[in-house]
């Protein structure tokens, strides 16, 4: 009789029976792949706004870059301006030539 009392107390113990907990697991499957197809949803709803978006700067892009390269052609069609790099080194040589050393003696120091 105690051996009996103990068998239905291991088999009662709370936990499903083995045909229910295949439902559980089943259950729980299909909650998981439901949130797993929305997430996949979402990243490719993502996917196409960014490919929207890298489209949209890929073309301006490519607007700045032929508008760059015109002005370039312009440019090299115009010549030099005034202010070219020669007028530049003229001022650089006057700035230089008037000072080739710094000069030190009013400094305070004793070197």
């Known amino acids: ?17 083995s045909g229910s ?22 990243i490719m709803q ?19 870059l032929s508008q760059l390269k015109d002005r370039l052609s312009n440019a090299k069609e115009e ?5 070219s790099n020669a007028t530049i080194l003229d001022q650089r040589r006057g700035s230089a030539s008037s000072s080739s050393r710094p000069d030190y003696s009013n400094t305070g120091t004793n070197a």
């Open 79 to 83: 010549g030099p301006r005034p202010t």
């Open 1 to 17: 009789m105690d051996s009996g009392k103990r068998a239905i107390c291991r088999s009662n113990t709370g936990r499903p029976r």
């Open 46 to 64: 993502e996917n196409e706004r960014l490919r929207k978006r890298a489209q949209l700067l890929n073309q301006e892009n490519q607007a700045l």
């Open 21 to 42: 907990v295949a439902t559980l697991k089943a259950a729980e499957m299909e909650r998981l792949n439901s949130e797993l197809y929305l997430q996949n949803c979402y």
